[in-house]
């Protein structure tokens, strides 16, 4: 019984933080107007990963409250993109994007072998995708708009999703999965913080 209500509130938190995840850092390019710092190739990866990972959940009837919350991050990476192609001046390639995705969709859909092999990837691809938002980081040694407080909740979400996976569908591929993103989302949150330190203490210095 304690176990089920265990369960219940990881499954609850986690979709009630993944309703807002991304909402700073949406609302951090909107006030400077501006993507700096956010990698729009770390986004494009991150997406990659989210509808290969739903579609591999769906595929295989798994529990829908363990992966409720991807749609809602699906949409809200959507938006991000587009606010990275609008400041960019490329909004116009977002209908490629669109037709992209789909494609890629319906081809996870079509052999049981293809969803599989496209699942022992996903790791690695969301890997890579925060590996591309470290390399934007190092690269101009600042952190620009990236949200810390949209990394520190993804670690969150991440940590609670060990153990829904743990205790009910107990699959090693997902599991091992966020062990990987939670390493890595506190990595990259880590690094956002020290940048947004040195930017502080830098100013600091000019004042």
């Known amino acids: 019984m304690q176990s089920d209500t265990l ?3 990881a499954n609850f938190s986690t979709l009630l933080l993944c309703m807002v995840l991304k909402f700073p850092q949406i609302f951090a390019l909107m006030r ?3 993507s700096a710092g956010v990698s729009f190739n770390s986004l494009l990866l991150e ?6 990972f739903v579609t591999y ?8 409250p363990t992966y409720l919350e991807y749609p ?13 192609l ?8 977002s209908l490629l994007y669109t037709l992209l995705f789909v494609g890629v969709w319906r ?43 949209s990394w520190a909740m993804a670690t969150l979400t991440c940590i609670a999703r060990i153990y829904t996976t743990t205790v009910t569908t107990g699959d090693m591929q997902v599991l091992v999965r966020f062990v990987v993103m939670t390493l890595l989302n506190m990595w990259v949150l880590l690094t956002v913080l020290y940048y947004q330190r040195q930017r502080s203490i830098s100013s600091k210095k000019e004042d």
Do not use: R
């Open 86 to 93: 609008h400041y960019n001046g490329s909004l116009k390639q």
């Open 7 to 9: 369960l219940h509130a």
């Open 47 to 52: 997406l990659l990963g989210y509808i290969v």
């Open 57 to 64: 959940q769906m595929y295989y009837d798994y529990p829908l």
């Open 107 to 149: 081809l996870l859909t079509l052999e049981k072998w293809i969803i599989d092999s496209a699942m022992s990837l996903c790791t690695f691809i969301s890997a890579a995708s925060k590996f591309a938002q470290l390399l934007c980081m190092w690269k101009s040694k600042d952190a620009g708009q990236v949200s810390a407080l």
């Open 72 to 84: 809602i991050l699906i949409a809200q990476d959507a938006i991000l993109l587009l606010l990275i």
């Open 32 to 34: 400077a107007k501006s």
